[in-house]
């Protein structure tokens, strides 16, 4: 028994059949395949939604773009629509023009020299009235009445009438050359420069100038009249009469003549504007400084005085004429000949 030997049971694996193998193979393939089909799904419907996206993006441009050629398309048609009104108003005139012209040829020129009459007017007036012109105002209202001279219609009478007042006030205004007035407040600012100043010395203090001091007086007397005699010395006042004119200092000499220049500067503004007032005021001004403070004796100064004194003479406000009521009258006739052709 001792001798007897315990045989253990051999420990085998399993053998997998061959069938096994093949049906995991298949599986596994068929996995991989499945992998691969929804990846390529995932791919194509990413690029679908991408391929989506461009053309909703590309139909949203096209439409933006069809809107804006829609609107175009509108205000070319607009466009065309006001031109087209335009030139049927325009045609509408060169009929009636053409009418008229007509009409001229007929020998009916009265009307377009009546026209021309009224157009001459109205520019005189515009010069009147703008830029104070009424020496070529004057020529125009000849020139509309040598066109009426040779019509007789009597509605005419109170146009010629009129036409023969307004010539009238134009030739009774006074005669203003604004040029030459100009350039004499030119020529008086450069002579303003040159206006000399009083000579004024000091004169003789007197023989009590520096009273003497007594030497029987008290001390304190003495001391009194030394303080006294020194004062003297260093303030003087000076007594003249009415007609002697202030001392200028001469830091204050700059200030006075620019003083001058600035009104001489003002006399022209209120040229060219044609305010009386201002051109006035600066030129009393300017006389008025003149003869306080330069020296009256001098012949710049007279010279001077002078050309103020005929400057203050010259009355540059504008004329007060109104060639309205001629115009009245030009209206008040065609509204008749509208009246007279109407059926």
């Not at 009459?117 to 109205?122: P, Q």
């Not at 060639?323 to 030009?330: A, K, N, S, Y």
């Amino acid at each position: 028994m001792a001798d007897e030997q315990i045989v253990e049971p051999e420990l085998t694996q399993p053998k997998i059949k061959p069938r096994n193998k093949g049906v995991m193979a298949i599986l596994f393939l068929s996995l991989c395949f499945a992998i691969l089909i929804c990846v390529f799904g995932v791919y194509t419907l990413i690029k679908s939604n991408r391929l989506l996206t461009q053309n909703f993006a590309f139909l949203q441009t096209q439409s933006a773009f069809d809107a804006k050629t829609f609107t175009n398309l509108a205000q070319s048609i607009a466009r065309i629509d006001q031109e087209t009104k335009q030139s049927q108003a325009l045609s509408t005139e060169g009929v009636r023009l053409i009418k008229e012209w007509q009409e001229a040829q007929n020998g009916d020129l009265k009307q377009w020299q009546v026209a021309e009459s009224m157009y001459l007017v109205r520019l005189a007036n515009d010069l009147v009235q703008l830029s104070y012109n009424a020496d070529s105002a004057l020529k125009l209202l000849e020139r509309a009445e040598l066109v009426l001279q040779n019509q007789n219609d009597p509605s005419l009478f109170s146009i010629k009438k009129s036409l023969a007042e307004d010539k009238a006030k134009l030739k009774a205004l006074p005669q203003l050359d604004v040029t030459q007035v100009f350039l004499q407040i030119t020529a008086l600012a450069t002579q303003l420069n040159q206006l000399p100043l009083p000579a004024t010395p000091l004169p003789p203090t007197g023989t009590n100038a520096n009273a003497t001091m007594n030497t029987e007086d008290p001390w304190w007397q003495r001391g009194l009249q030394q303080s006294l005699n020194v004062l003297r010395k260093i303030v003087i006042i000076r007594k003249t009469d009415g007609n002697t004119p202030p001392l200028v200092l001469p830091d204050e000499k700059l200030f006075l003549y620019q003083n001058l220049q600035a009104q001489s500067e003002a006399t022209s503004w209120g040229l060219l504007h044609r305010n009386q007032m201002i051109y006035q005021t600066s030129l009393n001004k300017m006389n008025y400084w003149i003869k306080t403070y330069f020296a009256q004796d001098a012949q710049a100064t007279q010279s001077v005085l002078e050309t103020i004194a005929a400057l203050q003479q010259l009355n540059v406000a504008p004329p007060d004429i109104n060639l309205g009521e001629t115009l009245q009258q030009f209206d008040a006739y065609f509204r008749n000949q509208q009246t007279a052709k109407a059926p």
